[in-house]
């Protein structure tokens, strides 16, 4: 935690300016607005289950930018009020909690019943400041996968060093009960020697980190993020969770027209 904001103080503090081609939208960071976008890249995390068999994985991606209107193989959102450039934007949004786990995740896991990926349906508002972003949303499970919500606020700040963008942001987000128990839960069925019977409650989870963008070309750019997570309490201390302090680490190359 300590080396990563050593990181991000020195970088921000090396020949800074506002970015120009990043900017924030749906509590997202975006380049080449009005444009196809496609992405390939790859991507290394810590386990956040017990004895997690897989925390390396490939990236793909696809989509479209747009001025009001974003949409990805991950999410789907509109800008319904405001304009680039107003201090207040509000978006709807079409995603998903990213959780999911099946009897092939862990060995530790064995035994307990698989945890679906979600299907959510948010809403965001976009506060942009003289210096930076306040990115704040809600979300619900419309499709009774956790029946529970997600939301949080996140400040980013799009700066330039050289040719790069680079966007430091920070967060705060907080897990409902039914998410926090469908995800890390253990059902008494599910309880073995070694993994006790487990219900979690409401939990504040903490981020932060950076995304470097940089342009190889008009059409072709690099992009490097690094995010650190703290876990709350009351999903670090279930009996499947393998820590608290959870890193991700990733890399892309992607190509706009």
């Known amino acids: 935690m300590k080396k990563l904001t050593l990181i991000i103080t020195a970088l921000t503090a090396a020949n800074a300016a506002y970015a120009?081609?990043?900017?924030?939208?749906?509590?997202?960071?975006?380049?080449?607005?009005?444009?196809?976008?496609?992405?390939?890249?790859?991507?290394?995390?810590?386990d956040l289950y017990k004895d997690q068999k897989h925390n390396f994985a490939p990236l793909?991606?696809?989509?479209y930018q747009g001025e009001d209107f974003n949409a990805t193989?991950?999410?789907?959102?509109?800008?319904?009020?405001?304009?680039?450039?107003?201090?207040?934007?509000?978006?709807?949004?079409?995603?998903?909690?990213?959780?999911?786990?099946?009897?092939d995740t862990s060995d530790f896991l064995k035994g307990m019943d698989k945890r679906r990926l979600s299907l959510d349906l948010g809403i965001n508002a976009d506060f942009h400041l003289s210096q930076g972003t306040i990115s704040t949303y809600y979300q619900h499970d419309v499709l009774d996968t956790y029946d529970g919500y997600l939301t949080g606020v996140k400040y980013f700040l799009p700066l330039t060093i050289g040719k790069a963008d680079f966007v430091p942001f920070a967060g705060i987000s907080y897990q409902s009960k039914d998410y926090v128990d469908y995800y890390f839960g253990v059902k008494d069925k599910e309880a073995?020697?070694?993994?006790?019977?487990?219900?979690?409650?409401?939990?504040v989870s903490y981020n932060v980190g950076y995304k470097v963008i940089l342009p190889l070309s008009e059409n072709w750019q690099l992009t490097q993020t690094t995010t650190y997570t703290r876990?709350?309490?009351?999903?670090?201390?279930?009996?499947?969770?393998?820590?608290?302090?959870?890193?991700?680490?990733?890399?892309?190359?992607?190509?706009?027209?």
Request: no cysteine.
């Open 73 to 103: 193989l991950q999410s789907i959102n509109y800008r319904f009020l405001g304009k680039t450039g107003d201090l207040f934007n509000m978006s709807g949004y079409l995603g998903t909690s990213g959780l999911m786990y099946d009897k």
């Open 192 to 203: 073995t020697q070694t993994r006790k019977a487990y219900q979690g409650s409401g939990d």
């Open 20 to 46: 120009g081609d990043s900017y924030i939208r749906n509590g997202n960071i975006y380049t080449k607005e009005n444009s196809w976008v496609a992405e390939l890249g790859a991507v290394g995390m810590t």
């Open 231 to 257: 876990l709350g309490d009351e999903i670090a201390d279930s009996p499947i969770v393998d820590s608290a302090n959870q890193w991700l680490v990733g890399a892309t190359v992607s190509y706009s027209f």
């Open 60 to 63: 793909a991606n696809f989509g």
